[in-house]
C-alpha cells in the first residue's frame, strides 16, 4: 500500500483526470446524532461550493440520515438539503430495498453506507464522517485528486492528525485497533500492517469493488471493509494520503469501550474468515460471523461491567451484512447507474469545452 505525498497531488487536474479516466465520483455522508445537527451542515456546503459550483470535482452528494437511539433526527434532513445536498434520505426509507428488515438496533452507520452506496451513482464512492469540527473542503480535494492521479487506484485511505472539539489528541481507538491488525491478521493480509488509520471515515472506494464486499455492522464497518478491500486487492490499487487536521467530537470513554468490543469481535472473525479459506475457499465471512460461538466456544461475547456503569444497557450488533451486488434491488439498479455515469461525464465534456 502506497503513501502519498499531498503536495505533489495536483488538484487542479481533477476534472482533466475524470474525463481521461472515465470516473465520476458521489460524496457520500452517513449523519446521525445532534453532533452531527453542528457540523453537516457546513461540511455538505462548503463542499458543494468548492468541489461542485466553482469546480466540476463532484457529481452529487449524498446523506443518509438515521435517527439516534432516542428517536430523535436532529433535523438532519432539513439541515442537509437546505446545505445543498444532491438528495437526502432517511435510512429506513431506503435499507428494505436492498436489505432484510432491520432492528432500530441494528443499521446505524454500517446500514446507512451500504443505502448510500445503493442510491449513489459514482465510479467512486467518497465517504465522509459528518461530525468534524473547523471543517477544511481540501480534504475532499486531496481524496479526490489521489482518486484520479496516476494508475486511479480502488482503495484511497486518509490519514490525518485528529484532534477532539476541546483540544485534545484523538485516536485512542485507533492505536489499539492497528496492534489488533498486526498480531491476528497481519499472517494473511500483510498490507494491514501498512494502513496507518484503519477507523478513518473519509476513504475512496471503487463502486463495484465495495458493492462485493460483505462488512460488520457494528462499529467494524470501516475496519471489515478496508481489510476485506486490501486482501482483495493484495495491497496493490490502494494508496493513502494525508488529509487536513480532524476536528472530531470526542467521544465519552464508555463509548469507546464499547466500539472497541465490538471492534474486537469483527477483527476475531475476520481471523476465523481467513483460517478457514485456506481450507474451504467458498466460505462465506458473514456465514462465519453468524457462528461466532461455535468458533470460540467458551468465549463470551457479551459485555460484563458493574451495576450502574452505564446508564442503559450494551447491546452489541453482531453479523456481516452480505454483499450489496447480492442483492436484486441493487442488480435492478446497475443500467440506472451506468446512465448516470454516461450523462455526468457528458456534462463535465461540455462544460470543459466550454471554458477551455
Given at each position: 500500500?502506497?503513501?502519498?505525498?499531498?503536495?505533489?497531488?495536483?488538484?487542479?487536474?481533477?476534472?482533466?483526470?475524470?474525463?481521461?479516466?472515465?470516473?465520476?465520483?458521489?460524496?457520500?455522508?452517513?449523519?446521525?446524532?445532534?453532533?452531527?445537527a453542528?457540523?453537516?451542515?457546513?461540511?455538505?456546503?462548503l463542499?458543494?461550493?468548492?468541489?461542485?459550483?466553482?469546480?466540476?470535482?463532484?457529481?452529487?452528494?449524498?446523506?443518509?440520515?438515521?435517527?439516534?437511539?432516542?428517536?430523535?433526527?436532529?433535523?438532519?434532513?432539513?439541515?442537509?438539503?437546505?446545505?445543498?445536498?444532491?438528495?437526502?434520505?432517511?435510512?429506513?426509507?431506503?435499507?428494505e430495498?436492498?436489505?432484510?428488515?432491520e432492528?432500530p438496533?441494528?443499521?446505524?452507520?454500517?446500514?446507512?453506507?451500504?443505502?448510500?452506496?445503493?442510491?449513489?451513482?459514482?465510479?467512486?464512492?467518497?465517504?465522509?464522517?459528518?461530525?468534524?469540527?473547523?471543517?477544511?473542503?481540501?480534504?475532499?480535494?486531496?481524496?479526490?485528486?489521489?482518486?484520479?492521479?496516476?494508475?486511479?487506484?480502488?482503495?484511497?485511505?486518509?490519514?490525518?492528525?485528529?484532534?477532539t472539539?476541546?483540544?485534545?489528541?484523538?485516536?485512542?481507538?485507533?492505536?489499539?485497533?492497528?496492534?489488533?491488525?498486526?498480531?491476528?491478521?497481519?499472517?494473511y493480509?500483510?498490507?494491514?500492517?501498512?494502513?496507518?488509520?484503519?477507523?478513518?471515515?473519509?476513504?475512496?472506494?471503487?463502486?463495484?469493488?465495495?458493492?462485493?464486499?460483505?462488512?460488520?455492522?457494528?462499529?467494524g464497518?470501516?475496519?471489515?471493509?478496508?481489510?476485506?478491500?486490501?486482501?482483495f486487492?493484495?495491497?496493490l490499487?490502494?494508496?493513502?494520503?494525508?488529509?487536513?487536521?480532524?476536528?472530531?467530537?470526542?467521544?465519552?470513554?464508555?463509548?469507546?469501550?464499547?466500539?472497541?468490543?465490538?471492534?474486537?469481535?469483527?477483527?476475531?472473525?475476520?481471523?476465523?474468515?481467513?483460517?478457514?479459506r485456506?481450507?474451504?475457499?467458498?466460505?462465506?465471512?458473514?456465514?462465519?460471523?453468524?457462528?461466532?460461538?461455535l468458533?470460540?466456544?467458551?468465549?463470551?461475547?457479551?459485555?460484563?461491567?458493574?451495576?450502574?456503569?452505564?446508564?442503559?444497557a450494551?447491546?452489541?450488533?453482531?453479523?456481516?451484512?452480505?454483499?450489496?451486488?447480492?442483492?436484486?434491488?441493487?442488480?435492478?439498479?446497475?443500467?440506472?447507474?451506468?446512465?448516470?455515469?454516461?450523462?455526468?461525464?457528458?456534462?463535465?465534456?461540455?462544460?470543459?469545452?466550454a471554458?477551455?
Amino acid at each position: 500500500m502506497r503513501t502519498l505525498d499531498p503536495t505533489t497531488l495536483d488538484l487542479d487536474a481533477i476534472e482533466a483526470g475524470k474525463l481521461t479516466k472515465g470516473i465520476t465520483l458521489s460524496l457520500l455522508i452517513p449523519a446521525r446524532g445532534p453532533e452531527a445537527a453542528r457540523t453537516l451542515g457546513n461540511i455538505v456546503a462548503l463542499n458543494r461550493q468548492h468541489w461542485m459550483r466553482e469546480r466540476r470535482v463532484l457529481d452529487e452528494i449524498g446523506v443518509v440520515v438515521d435517527p439516534s437511539s432516542d428517536g430523535d433526527e436532529h433535523d438532519l434532513v432539513r439541515i442537509a438539503t437546505e446545505a445543498g445536498a444532491s438528495w437526502v434520505v432517511r435510512g429506513r426509507s431506503v435499507i428494505e430495498r436492498h436489505a432484510k428488515r432491520e432492528s432500530p438496533s441494528y443499521g446505524g452507520k454500517a446500514g446507512a453506507m451500504r443505502s448510500l452506496a445503493y442510491l449513489a451513482f459514482g465510479d467512486r464512492l467518497v465517504f465522509h464522517d459528518a461530525d468534524l469540527e473547523y471543517y477544511d473542503p481540501h480534504t475532499v480535494g486531496l481524496l479526490a485528486a489521489a482518486a484520479t492521479t496516476g494508475n486511479v487506484p480502488l482503495f484511497v485511505n486518509g490519514s490525518s492528525q485528529r484532534v477532539t472539539g476541546d483540544g485534545r489528541p484523538g485516536g485512542r481507538t485507533t492505536e489499539m485497533l492497528r496492534s489488533l491488525l498486526s498480531k491476528q491478521l497481519a499472517h494473511y493480509v500483510p498490507a494491514v500492517t501498512a494502513i496507518q488509520q484503519p477507523l478513518i471515515g473519509e476513504f475512496v472506494i471503487d463502486a463495484d469493488l465495495f458493492s462485493s464486499l460483505a462488512f460488520s455492522r457494528g462499529y467494524g464497518v470501516e475496519t471489515s471493509l478496508k481489510v476485506l478491500a486490501l486482501d482483495f486487492l493484495g495491497g496493490l490499487e490502494c494508496v493513502q494520503v494525508a488529509l487536513p487536521v480532524k476536528y472530531q467530537v470526542g467521544q465519552d470513554y464508555r463509548d469507546l469501550v464499547k466500539q472497541f468490543h465490538e471492534i474486537s469481535f469483527t477483527v476475531d472473525v475476520l481471523e476465523a474468515y481467513f483460517a478457514r479459506r485456506r481450507i474451504d475457499s467458498q466460505v462465506a465471512v458473514w456465514e462465519i460471523a453468524e457462528n461466532y460461538d461455535l468458533l470460540y466456544p467458551g468465549r463470551t461475547y457479551a459485555l460484563h461491567r458493574p451495576t450502574g456503569y452505564d446508564d442503559t444497557a450494551f447491546v452489541p450488533r453482531l453479523g456481516f451484512y452480505q454483499p450489496l451486488a447480492n442483492s436484486r434491488a441493487y442488480q435492478a439498479r446497475i443500467p440506472e447507474i451506468k446512465a448516470a455515469r454516461h450523462a455526468a461525464l457528458k456534462t463535465l465534456e461540455r462544460r470543459m469545452r466550454a471554458s477551455a
